[in-house]
């Protein structure tokens, strides 16, 4: 009880609650009654719509974690640093133009809707989006494979100093540990940029084919890791 009251306490634990309800009401919306699945739609549509106010508040936070990271001289990776810059980057020119697409979904400010040939706001935003996601799964393929790197580089010391085995042997579990977070975030990156596509206008890939309940199910698988990486303190 109180690791739900202290994740709903903090706005980030919210947030992960509120994306992993709405996409679990999508995905659920793909196994019951017609009558039904609209009720979970619609209350999936509304926690998302209440998540995209709620990240009106974001720009200040993600402006002091990138200008903390800076330019990433601790990363020693020189690919690692420049991806993580790049993702900040992104990121951080994401919120003002979902601030504009919102604004302007609202009517509260008079701006052109289709600012690029027939793509909205929410299209660029989109575009953005999965930008960023195909940076962070390089970033974390990078990091998969500096991490197989230094497991061999153990293993190799390991052999030829039998008697610092706990040592090794521990340095070989943290890695380990390292390389299975990477994947899971690489699993969780996938599956919302599955997502990202298909708001793409159509003519892109699967742009616009997905069901509401397979939107669902990547959105779940997503936010089920996201969210378990959150309660480990990742």
Same mark, same amino acid.
């Not at 042997?169 to 596509?197: P, Y």
């Given at each position: 009880?109180? @690791?739900?009251?202290? =994740? ?6 919210? +947030? *992960?609650? $509120?994306?992993? /309800? ?70 951080? @020119?994401?919120?003002? =133009? ?6 302007? +979904? *609202?009517? $509260?400010?008079? /701006? ?123």
């Amino acid at each position: 009880m109180s @690791l739900i009251v202290d =994740l709903l306490a903090s706005h980030r634990g919210r +947030d *992960k609650v $509120l994306r992993t /309800v709405a996409y679990s009401s999508a995905f659920l919306s793909g196994f019951v009654n017609k009558k039904t699945a609209v009720k979970l739609g619609i209350f999936s549509k509304e926690l998302s719509a209440c998540r995209t106010v709620l990240r009106l508040f974001d720009d200040l936070p993600m402006l002091a974690y990138t200008l903390s990271y800076g330019l990433g001289a601790t990363e020693k990776d020189k690919v690692v640093r420049r991806l993580s810059v790049l993702s900040n980057l992104l990121n951080q @020119l994401y919120f003002p =133009l979902e601030h504009l697409a919102w604004l302007q +979904d *609202k009517n $509260l400010i008079n /701006v052109v809707s289709k600012p690029w040939k027939s793509w909205t706001w929410w299209d660029l935003c989109t575009l953005l989006y999965g930008a960023t996601l195909v940076v962070e799964i390089l970033r974390c393929i990078r990091m998969f494979k500096l991490l197989g790197h230094r497991k061999g580089h153990v293993l190799r010391s390991a052999k030829a100093e039998p008697d610092n085995r706990v040592k090794h042997g521990r340095e070989l579990w943290s890695l380990q540990r390292k390389k299975t977070v990477e994947m899971f975030v690489i699993i969780q990156h996938s599956a919302d940029l599955c997502n990202a596509i298909h708001w793409l206008p159509s003519g892109f890939l699967w742009a616009g084919k997905l069901l509401p309940w397979q939107v669902g199910m990547f959105g779940t698988i997503s936010s089920v890791i996201g969210l378990r990486m959150l309660l480990g303190g990742r």
